[in-house]
T-cell receptor, first 110, second 116 residues
Framework: DAKTTQPTSMDCAEGRAANLPCNHSTISGNEYVYWYRQIHSQGPQYIIHGLKNNETNEMASLIITEDRKSSTLILPHATLRDTAVYYCIVRGNSGYALNFGKGTSLLVTP | DTGVSQNPRHKITKRGQNVTFRCDPISEHNRLYWYRQTLGQGPEFLTYFQNEAQLEKSRLLSDRFSAERPKGSFSTLEIQRTEQGDSAMYLC??????????????FGSGTQLSVL
């Protein structure tokens, strides 16, 4: 599975959009981009995934560049409860383990 | 609650003792994963089961670690002769894997192990 690169940490003001970038320049055609987040003392939580097209659900939007080498997770109106570590993971259907890396620590401030 | 359940939530043990953790996945989920997470790091894959078969093990899973999933339902992770380096959060996740489709993992809250 392709490796990903994320910033170590980011800040966002409450109520503003949080845009979390992820680089995955070695992604192959059949690999999906997944995002999970982990709030302190809890297990990771699935947020969203995408292959080529942009995706939106009740939690977030995922924007994938046309060349698929990078993506951005958007939390449209961040709340204090969105403070967490966000993991961007690339994985194909034939792969087994999700490899999490260190993720981006997002701090939402009042 | 129908999520992934892990017990115990916390375990303190002395070096050299054996410990066992239990994971109850979401009902009907056919895959079950074990991960380990240390402070400041992301979760690291240990092993996974497809129904009752253990299909992959990480090289992180030393001979002192053993996992089972009898009857393809709950799973146990045992660590024998614990060492201080085993101190970590042990996470369990389950998923239902349809063919040719992305897989979403559902995680439990983990078991925090402290080896003194």
């Amino acid at each position: 599975d392709a490796k990903t690169t994320q910033p170590t940490s980011m800040d966002c003001a409450e109520g503003r959009a949080a845009n979390l970038p992820c680089n995955h320049s070695t992604i192959s055609g059949n690999e999906y981009v997944y995002w999970y987040r982990q709030i302190h003392s809890q297990g990771p939580q699935y947020i969203i995934h995408g292959l080529k097209n942009n995706e939106t659900n009740e939690m977030a939007s995922l924007i994938i560049t046309e060349d698929r080498k990078s993506s951005t997770l958007i939390l449209p109106h961040a709340t204090l409860r969105d403070t967490a570590v966000y993991y961007c993971i690339v994985r194909g259907n034939s792969g087994y383990a999700l490899n999490f890396g260190k993720g981006t620590s997002l701090l939402v401030t009042p | 609650d129908t999520g992934v359940s892990q017990n115990p939530r916390h375990k303190i043990t002395k070096r050299g003792q054996n410990v066992t953790f239990r994971c109850d996945p979401i009902s009907e989920h056919n895959r079950l994963y074990w991960y380990r997470q240390t402070l400041g790091q992301g979760p690291e894959f240990l092993t996974y089961f497809q129904n009752e078969a253990q299909l992959e093990k990480s090289r992180l899973l030393s001979d002192r670690f053993s996992a089972e999933r009898p009857k393809g339902s709950f799973s146990t992770l045992e660590i024998q002769r614990t060492e201080q380096g085993d101190s970590a959060m042990y996470l369990c996740a389950s998923s239902l894997v349809p063919p040719q489709a992305p897989e979403k993992l559902f995680f439990g809250s983990g078991t925090q192990l402290s080896v003194l």
